[in-house]
């Protein structure tokens, strides 16, 4: 019989944390019961011995639905005053992956992802044609204000504001970016890796960000390792962060945990801050940044979650 493996699902909300010192007690919890009701939606499936694929899904669609994260519902606008969302999705038994780009209206975009894997013979698909694939698999649809924030509205308005005057930038990471996602390891030792955003407030539109991009921001391999990525994404697509972290456990025989903290390490001064969460074929998740913090948890098979924010501040929840 084959051996079985130790279920392991990890999340991210984001290497663009507000700072600890401004983090009131309401909205930091508010922040951890969003994390843990992720991991709950996530490892439910795995408990059940369901496939890491199903577990991703659950999680970032969870964290897609939470207005406090940066994807989906509390997406931040671009500097037009629109919301262009990515998401990608990746199985690293078979090396599948679906991913949308510049869309607005699947509720979950998720989703719209994991059709393009399982329902086209496309990896990536942008824009209106995505839009339109994504009617055609009757993914449910949401008018743009059930997506739209007073919070985002109102940082697209500060920043717009401070280029028109010509203010030096002093936005913290959470005023530039955000992400969520997740990767799973299943009883069958099958990876996976999710990830969905809203992107940069103010930036271009059209702007495609590395979540969509597999090897940067999303990748997933059984050989290796699944993650996923949270920062400037420009930084983490131009040294495809997250395959590196799977050549060099291929390659070079590292340890997931040293591969994952010498790329966040080596991406920051390219201006690459933010951070990711990586899985390997066994062995407890790592979940590395160079940012103030990120937005992260983590469950394995005692079924007990564990979620932080800043350095150093995990909390547990005994299930």
Excluded: W
């Amino acid at each position: 019989m084959p051996h079985p493996h130790i279920p392991a699902l990890a999340i991210h909300g984001g290497a663009g944390t507000i700072p600890n010192a401004a983090l009131d007690g309401k909205t930091r919890a508010a922040h951890h019961a969003g994390l843990r009701a992720a991991l709950t939606a996530g490892f439910k499936i795995l408990a059940a011995g369901g496939p890491a694929l199903d577990a991703v899904t659950a999680a970032v669609m969870a964290l897609e639905d939470d207005p406090l994260f940066n994807a989906a519902r509390g997406a931040v606008f671009n500097e037009a005053g629109r919301l262009e969302m990515d998401a990608a999705i990746m199985d690293g038994g078979t090396r599948q992956a679906g991913a949308v780009a510049g869309i607005c209206g699947p509720k979950n975009p998720i989703l719209a992802a994991r059709a393009v894997m399982e329902h086209s013979s496309a990896v990536l698909l942008a824009g209106a044609g995505a839009e339109a694939f994504a009617r055609s698999q009757n993914l449910l649809f949401m008018p743009f204000d059930y997506f739209e924030t007073p919070r985002r509205r109102d940082a697209l308005a500060l920043e717009l504001n401070r280029r028109a005057t010509g203010a030096p930038d002093t936005r913290t990471d959470a005023d530039r970016h955000g992400t969520v996602g997740a990767v799973a390891r299943d009883a069958a030792g099958n990876l996976a890796a999710a990830t969905s955003t809203g992107g940069m407030t103010g930036k271009l539109p059209g702007r495609i960000g590395d979540t969509p991009i597999f090897g940067a921001g999303t990748y997933a391999d059984n050989a290796t390792c699944a993650v996923s990525c949270t920062g400037t994404g420009e930084v983490f697509i131009r040294f495809t962060a997250a395959s590196e972290i799977a050549a060099r456990l291929r390659h070079a025989g590292q340890s997931l945990a040293q591969a994952a903290q010498a790329v966040i390490a080596e991406l920051l001064p390219h201006g690459g801050d933010g951070g990711l969460i990586a899985l390997g074929r066994e062995g407890p998740p790592v979940m590395p940044f160079n940012s103030t913090g990120m937005y992260r948890g983590h469950v394995t098979s005692d079924g007990i979650l564990h979620t932080a924010i800043h350095r150093e501040d995990f909390t547990t929840q005994v299930p």
